[in-house]
């Protein structure tokens, strides 16, 4: 018999006495996790979705600032007012470079170590590498281009990290009925950090105004313009840091999650104990444990039918085809997707002077611009196509609404690069929020989710990994072969002379993105067990196993497992 613990109230029920009097290990993990997929939608939830969603919303705002700070770099340390094309493409990928490599790397140790002891750390990878930012400048041996990318590389290591490991934690710590609105809504932050961005580039241009609007045009930028401009993109760059600081202290003291205590560290007890704690509000290692009870488990671990995590059977699993192909399905949608949204995502600025919008030259009237023109594509199509997606995605579906986002964001692609000079510009700005609002209901936000949901519990957070590694892979072609095409036969008078087959090219990626939209599972409304044995056969020998023996079905409620138990 397991010691039971005290506390307990209407507020935080003690669900670790529920099933103290149960034996058996899988019984006891089976009715463990029945309760965190049944819990009633609480603050435990709304905490869990808020301190993951700090760090998208950190990640957001740094990966999208540099569209707005590439403008002001040109300004400050170019004499003609304009970065060029390869400082600009330079930096921008440097981010996505490092995010390569923590999402690979992250991936794999929160699965190797346990996802408590890596969370956190990204962040404090983020935090340094953007307060170092801030504080970059030329120098006799090395320029500020070179300086930057070093810090992005950094920092895009620790966003990296923050994809899997938040995606992995929210998904098993959340109830099954409303596990697609907590992963979307973690991920939705994304939009609050690119609105926060664009705000701050405003606020930093108001501010600034007096010694900007003097200068006629980017050329005529004096010493006193160009030290404001040099303080603006600082600040924009430098206020990143501030979210993450008040993240860090709630991931450092999460407790780890139930489903790798159980299925990859194999210590059932503590999983028991951790998962009241978590349901409890409690912080890392409040659950109480019965330091006996729980080495005679460790001894017995044998008994839980879960298979053990190691290289040989990752590769024996993977080369399976009707187990590979989930990992294509996810992998290739994303990197498809990534390729369209990044390639506009971080040249907005790019775009919307193509359009015809933000197009004076006065340096004042141009920063002005620039940040309201991002304001407005994020307010009008990024952030309601993100809450759409939360809404929706547990009734309607993860695979339709990418099937649904992929579709149509061929559609209007293949509108704007096939019509892109006889459109006005109000018509291709209308288009361009409409690409905003489809990929965010659509593939931008399943792709992050279904990853998080569909591969067993000891490869989940690699598999999130890898999926998301092929995304940053994508959006670096975008950034070093995609969207430079865009400058063929570049003149005086036409900066961008190919930006229409530029988006032809990008209706042809999420034309395929259909395809691989074909591979991916439905994973609504189903516990990520059941997921397991649906698609990997993974858990049924413990289900024949408990129906062998009698084990009685989970119960709904701690009250009728008492009253089962009793009959």
Not at 355 to 369: C, D, E, F, R
Request: with cysteine; hydrophobic share 45%.
């Amino acid at each position: 018999m397991t010691t039971t613990t005290v506390g307990g109230n209407a507020a935080f029920h003690n669900f670790h006495n529920d099933f103290a009097h149960i034996s058996d290990p899988n019984e006891r993990r089976r009715l463990a996790l029945a309760e965190v997929d049944k819990a009633p939608f609480g603050w435990y939830h709304v905490r869990a979705v808020v301190v993951a969603g700090i760090g998208f919303f950190t990640d957001a705002y740094d990966i999208f600032a540099v569209n707005l700070i590439t403008g002001m770099l040109g300004l400050v340390y170019w004499n003609d007012g304009k970065i060029p094309e390869h400082a600009d493409t330079g930096i921008k990928v440097a981010t996505s470079s490092g995010t390569v490599i923590g999402q690979l790397l992250f991936g794999w140790l929160a699965d190797v170590l346990g996802r408590k002891k890596m969370y956190g750390f990204e962040l404090m990878i983020i935090i340094a590498a953007t307060l170092a930012q801030s504080l970059s400048s030329n120098s006799a041996s090395m320029g500020i281009v070179g300086v930057l990318c070093f810090w992005r590389v950094v920092m895009g290591v620790g966003i990296g990290g923050d994809y899997p490991l938040s995606s992995i934690i929210t998904s098993e710590f959340a109830t099954t009925k409303w596990r697609g609105a907590m992963m979307g809504a973690v991920f939705a932050m994304q939009g609050i950090g690119q609105l926060v961005a664009a705000l701050m580039a405003l606020i930093v241009t108001v501010a600034f105004k007096s010694q900007t609007i003097t200068a006629a045009k980017p050329e005529l930028c004096d010493v006193d313009c160009k030290v404001a401009v040099d303080r603006m993109w600082r600040i924009v760059i430098g206020f990143g840091a501030v979210p993450g600081c008040i993240a860090l202290y709630y991931r450092l003291t999460i407790p780890e999650t139930p489903r790798y205590t159980f299925d990859v560290a194999r210590d059932v007890e503590r999983g028991d104990a951790d998962t009241h704690a978590y349901l409890a509000g409690k912080a890392s290692g409040a659950g109480d444990v019965d330091e006996i009870r729980r080495v005679e488990t460790m001894q017995a671990r044998q008994q839980l039918d879960v298979p053990k995590a190691s290289w040989a059977d990752f590769c024996r699993h993977y080369g399976q085809w009707r187990f590979g192909k989930i990992l294509l399905g996810t992998a290739g949608s994303w990197f498809l997707l990534d390729v369209a949204f990044y390639g506009l995502g971080l040249n907005n600025s790019i775009i919307l002077a193509e359009i015809g919008y933000a197009s004076t030259p006065n340096v004042y009237h141009k920063l002005y611009n620039n940040a309201v023109g991002n304001l407005i594509l994020v307010c009008a199509g990024a952030i309601p196509g993100y809450w759409v997606t939360v809404f929706t995605v547990d009734t309607v579906g993860r695979k339709p609404i990418q099937l649904m986002g992929f579709t149509i964001l061929t559609a209007l692609f293949c509108i704007i690069g096939f019509a892109f000079h006889s459109l006005s510009s109000t018509a291709l700005l209308i288009l361009y929020v409409l690409c905003q609002f489809f990929f965010n209901f659509g593939p931008n936000a399943t792709t992050f989710i279904v990853p998080g949901e569909c591969f067993p519990t000891r490869y989940r957070s690699t598999s999130h990994g890898i999926s998301a590694a092929s995304g940053k892979v994508g959006a670096i072609v975008a950034q070093i072969l995609i969207g430079p095409q865009r400058t063929r036969g570049a003149t005086k008078t036409d900066a961008s002379p190919w930006l229409n087959h530029v988006m032809q090219i990008f209706a042809a990626f999420m034309f395929a993105g259909i395809f691989t939209t074909l591979l991916i599972p439905e994973t609504k409304r189903k516990t990520l067990e059941e997921l397991c044995a649906e698609l990997y056969g993974e858990g049924i020998a413990l289900e024949e196993k408990s129906l062998a023996v009698g084990t009685l079905p989970v119960p709904s409620s701690p009250a009728e497992l008492s009253k089962e138990t009793a009959v």
